[in-house]
T-cell receptor, first 113, second 114 residues
Framework: DADVTQTPRNRITKTGKRIMLECSQT?????MYWYRQDPGLGLRLIYY???????NKGEISDGYSVSRQAQAKFSLSLESAIPNQTALYFC????????????FGPGTRLTVL | DQQVKQNSPSLSVQEGRISILNCDYT??????FLWYKKYPAEGPTFLIS?????DKNEDGRFTVFLNKSAKHLSLHIVPSQPGDSAVYFC?????????????FGTGTKLQVIP
């Protein structure tokens, strides 16, 4: 079974709709992250959390919110989706040790029409 | 302000030959450098890392070289295999408020031709 899972894997929605992307992990890591990948822009950090009570904005948090429901669960919400939020979204976890290697989920492809 | 740059969006190499993927950075505070590999429909997976105090790290067919004076690192894959075809992300991290802040490059798509 995958250590980091994301649901849904694909989603098509309309402008103005609220959407939630969910992430679960079985690695026992305290640190969790949400990234988006756009062509030519690499991976950009949206939000990160070091424990249930700790939520931090990344470099592109505008238009997004997150919830850390438990150590194993970290959700990303788009309150009112817009077309330029069309992207591939990745959740990741890490244990904070050494170079802090991150373990990624398989991604969610989101299309906002 | 792209602190980690991968100037080659794609690279094609014949099977058995060497693949060299390049990465440049601007922040002298980076203390770890990592390479991740990404296959289609999967998330990135960690491949190899190097500390800023070293200039080379080797793991099987994969070697990463770091040139701090030039702010440049490269990933060498020898010999290249068709299964190495993937997108490779260079990443660099620096201490920031108690954690290692990671910055990713834009990726290089490697195609290994059988």
């Amino acid at each position: 079974d995958a250590d980091v899972t994301q649901t849904p894997r694909n989603r098509i929605t309309k402008t103005g709709k609220r959407i939630m992307l969910e992430c679960s992990q079985t690695k026992g890591h305290d640190r969790m992250y949400w990234y988006r990948q756009d062509p030519g822009l690499g991976l950009r950090l949206i939000y990160y959390s070091f424990d249930v009570k700790d939520i931090n904005k990344g470099e592109i948090s505008d238009g997004y919110s997150v919830s850390r429901q438990a150590q194993a669960k970290f959700s990303l919400s788009l309150e009112s989706a817009i077309p330029n939020q069309t992207a591939l979204y990745f959740c990741a976890t890490s244990d904070g040790q050494g170079w802090d290697e991150q373990f990624f989920g398989p991604g969610t492809r989101l299309t906002v029409l | 302000d792209q602190q980690v740059k991968q100037n080659s969006p794609s690279l094609s190499v014949q099977e058995g030959r060497i693949s060299i993927l390049n990465c440049d950075y601007t922040n002298s505070m980076f203390d770890y450098f990592l390479w991740y590999k990404k296959y289609p429909a999967e998330g990135p997976t960690f491949l190899i890392s190097i500390s800023s105090i070293k200039d080379k790290n080797e793991d099987g067919r994969f070697t990463v070289f770091l040139n701090k004076s030039a702010k440049h690192l490269s990933l060498h894959i020898v010999p290249s295999q068709p299964g190495d075809s993937a997108v490779y992300f260079c990443a660099a991290s620096a201490p920031a408020g108690g954690y290692q802040k990671v910055t990713f490059g834009t990726g290089t798509k490697l195609q290994v031709i059988p």
